[in-house]
């Protein structure tokens, strides 16, 4: 939507389309990449009020001022305008306004959620481009082309088909390749990476968004480089992999601050509150909260405002305990809530206010609560995470008044529910909520003596996380499975005699705090298992490549390579580029250990960093003051990730010690490189 509306505006510069009026379109552009967008709409307003302003000029104002409402959640207001420069443009025939009209329309649509409506829209405009492609060169009519595209590619998306969408977006890539248009060469990119994303082939999605990123890099576009840091976050917090995470999103952050785009600033901070909120530091989550609300708060985007204030109730009341504070906030979202005609905030008013229900230690409480979550779950999905939120919630409460009342019925409630919540990770292809589905149902087979079947469900929780590359789910499960091996004659005993619900719950270790683990997903149990369950692999310098690359006048480049090799030169070139990108950033040259990173081209293996400025008096750069950035990357199989980043320390020691800041660039040859590797075969296989 953002390059949308930016390619929207140059082309009615470009082609004169508001005469007189190129300076105003400037200043609309600049305020739209600042999120100034009640700003934008009054320069809009005043363009549409001139007395000189011609009809096509009126209709065209009307649909970037539609575009404008996209970017504030004021959805119902923006396809009433939409739809009314879409029935005038009919009257003059503008066939160009109409398809500009209807990809306006479908914007409004997809985020209202109405994607079979929308999809009758787009294409009509497909039927128009026909017609329109006959009389008007396709250079005119390929960025319409390739929005109308776009769009069907989200509905489809949104409908369910996700490898149907995949075909839209690499549809998208050819055509904006044929005119080299390297803006939504990147956006095309963004979202087939995010749709492989979505499908859960992280490899892929990964793929796709190096290249994202390669191109924004190449261009300067800030904004975009910002948001590809930010998906490429969200991409590594999916795999578990938190630090990881939390290094593109600040990455991300930074440039959307230096920018001063406020939208996308906004959404970096929700997003690290949501990757701090896992890591179990719930402070930091809070305050990034905080901070994203104030943003969206100064948009007046209240969709995203209640998205802020319902993470903030809901940490407040399960880890602050503040309750006056969670009050506040809940009274904030009241009052958006009454507000706003919107289904979603409507839902986390009411999933807010079952929270609060829950929390009390009244009974009649806890059931008003439990219906809240009980309606929500039986509700159409519009917000899938809150909706599985609320049947979390919904299966915690019915645990508390299984044990209470020893009911079997309320057991098989729980399985239903169960099952519901896998169908519903199956339809989103939700692996990391399908994974944890299969654990509890494991559990849920305990609670009725059913230890064979307890062990399918956890190999088949095993087999979703190993095959999706969930590492911190895989080792959480192998500690369930190895603890089940340890009790299984317990069990056995407890099935002999038919033992009552409350010893089943004692040693299956299940209450309501396992649940809510789960459905908050708090990694205090990760960070416990990055330490533990290490794979048991020795360490073997062939299996490694170690590559350096130094700043040239062409860019980052290789100058040595030793080991295993395991990219060719060209792919050695590329890779540094996504390296550069990734540890250094404009001019600021961070220093120290990094990673894991993935290998461009290679799924089966990953790489930690180490950088350096070393002294180098023929540095092409001046920038660089006869000195160099040194970046060694140490790439390995995945096969024995675990077994290296359980050394992680130990790695990072060796780096410090070899390459420190005296030492010159001329001094990095095969035979350090060598020494480096001898060193850490030491090291790891003490």
């Not at 209807?102 to 914007?107: K, T, V």
């Not at 968004?209 to 840091?229: K, M």
């Not at 369930?480 to 270790?509: C, D, G, M, P, Y």
Request: charged content about 30%.
């Amino acid at each position: 939507m953002f390059e949308y509306i930016k390619g929207f505006i140059n082309r009615l510069i470009s082609q004169k389309e508001i005469p007189q009026k190129d300076e105003s379109l400037e200043r609309i552009k600049k305020l739209i990449d600042e999120s100034e967008f009640e700003k934008a709409l009054e320069i809009i307003e005043k363009i549409e009020q001139a007395p000189d302003i011609t009809t096509e000029q009126r209709l065209n104002c009307m649909i970037l001022r539609s575009n404008v409402f996209n970017n504030i959640s004021k959805y119902e207001e923006g396809l009433e305008i939409a739809q009314q420069a879409f029935q005038e443009s009919q009257t003059i025939s503008n066939d160009l306004i109409t398809l500009d009209a209807l990809i306006a329309i479908g914007d409004q649509l997809y985020r209202l959620g109405r994607f079979k409506e929308g999809l009758e829209f787009i294409e009509k405009g497909e039927e128009l481009l026909t017609k329109v492609k006959k009389e008007i060169a396709d250079s005119v009519v390929y960025e319409r082309e390739y929005h109308l595209l776009n769009r069907k590619g989200t509905f489809i998306n949104g409908m369910g088909n996700l490898e149907g969408s995949i075909n839209c977006f690499k549809k998208c890539l050819s055509i904006v390749e044929k005119y080299d248009n390297k803006n939504l060469i990147a956006a095309s990119l963004n979202n087939i990476g995010l749709t492989y994303f979505f499908l859960g082939k992280m490899d892929l999605a990964l793929d796709n968004l190096q290249e994202n990123l390669f191109i924004t890099n190449e261009l300067n576009d800030r904004v975009s480089l910002g948001l590809a840091f930010n998906n490429i976050g969200r991409v590594y917090s999916f795999k578990g992999e938190l630090d990881v995470a939390l290094e593109y999103l600040k990455k991300g952050l930074k440039l959307h601050q230096e920018t001063g785009n406020k939208l996308f600033t906004a959404a970096s901070l929700f997003y690290l509150g949501k990757v701090y909120q896992r890591k179990g530091d719930f402070q930091e989550s809070f305050d990034h909260y905080k901070k994203s609300l104030k943003i969206r708060t100064e948009i007046g985007n209240t969709l995203t405002m209640s998205e802020c204030l319902f993470e903030l109730i809901s940490l407040t009341i399960d880890h602050d305990r503040k309750v006056d504070k969670g009050e506040e906030y809940y009274e904030q979202l009241q009052e958006l809530n009454k507000a706003e005609d919107n289904i979603i905030i409507d839902q986390r008013t009411r999933v807010a206010e079952a929270l609060f229900l829950q929390s009390s230690t009244r009974a009649l409480q806890k059931a008003r609560a439990q219906q809240i979550f009980k309606d929500i779950a039986e509700e159409e999905i519009v917000d899938y995470e809150l909706s599985v939120f609320s049947m979390m919630r919904l299966f915690e409460l019915l645990l508390y008044e299984l044990r209470a009342s020893e009911n079997e019925e309320v057991l098989e409630e729980l399985k239903a529910l169960s099952e519901k919540i896998l169908q519903i990770a199956k339809d989103h292809n939700s692996f990391p909520v399908l994974a944890e589905t299969y654990l509890l149902q494991s559990k849920l087979a305990l609670l009725e003596l059913e230890v064979d079947k307890s062990l399918d469900l956890l190999d088949s929780a095993m087999m979703t996380a190993q095959e999706k590359g969930l590492n911190y789910l895989a080792k959480k499960i192998s500690l369930e499975k190895e603890t089940f091996k340890e009790e299984l004659s317990k069990w056995q005993e407890l099935a002999n005699r038919n033992a009552s619900i409350q010893e089943r719950f004692a040693l299956a270790q299940i209450d309501e705090t396992v649940v809510k683990s789960f459905s908050k997903e708090a990694a205090s149990s990760v960070q416990l298992l990055e330490k533990t369950d290490v794979e048991d692999t020795s360490f073997d310098k062939k299996m490694i490549s170690m590559i350096a690359y130094r700043f040239e006048k062409r860019g980052v480049r290789p100058f040595m390579n030793s080991g295993n090799k395991v990219l060719d030169k060209k792919e050695m070139t590329k890779f540094g580029t996504f390296l550069s990108i990734s540890v250094a950033l404009g001019t600021e040259y961070h220093t120290g250990l990094y990673g894991p990173l993935p290998v461009t081209g290679h799924p089966n293996y990953e790489c930690l960093v180490y950088a350096e400025m070393v002294s180098d008096p023929d540095v092409s750069d001046p920038r660089l003051k006869k000195q160099n950035y040194l970046i060694l990357s140490f790439v390995y199989p995945k096969k024995i990730a675990n077994y290296l980043l359980s050394h992680r320390n130990e790695i990072g020691k060796v780096f410090e010690k070899n390459i420190t800041g005296s030492i010159s660039i001329e001094d990095i040859s095969i035979k350090m490189l060598k020494n480096l590797e001898n060193e850490l075969e030491g090291i790891l296989n003490k």
